[in-house]
């Protein structure tokens, strides 16, 4: 599941958010997301148990997601793994351009 890049998204914007947040909140902080994919993606969280969804008896209904504690375990988790990549952003591409080249450079002939 979490090599889905919308539950990372949806992981980090309720970490960050520190509380409760509404679906279009979530919709509008996730650009790109569609609503069919954010719920599905919720529906996920919720049922693996890292998001919470409380429905508020209004009219019309008030709904709000929020991590469990299971879900800001693994959130502070991928926001480890996401520092990571961002303080070895500089290695990565390098290592790229430097495999790149090798692939695009011609094989010597040996006879």
């Known amino acids: ?9 949806v992981l980090g914007a309720l970490q960050r958010n520190d509380g409760a947040m509404r679906f279009n909140e979530l919709r509008r902080l996730l650009d790109g997301i569609t ?11 919720e049922r693996d148990g890292l998001v919470v969804r409380t429905v508020y008896p209004t009219v019309p209904p008030r709904v709000e997601y929020a991590l469990t504690e299971l879900g800001g375990d693994i959130a502070r988790l991928t926001n480890a793994i996401a520092e990571w990549s961002y303080l070895h952003t500089e290695q990565i ?13 011609p094989e010597p002939v040996s006879w």
């Open 1 to 9: 599941m979490l090599a889905n890049k919308w539950v990372l998204y």
């Open 35 to 45: 609503q069919k994919m954010l719920t599905q993606t919720l529906r996920a969280l």
């Open 93 to 105: 591409l390098a290592a790229r351009e430097q495999f790149d080249s090798r692939e695009a450079a």
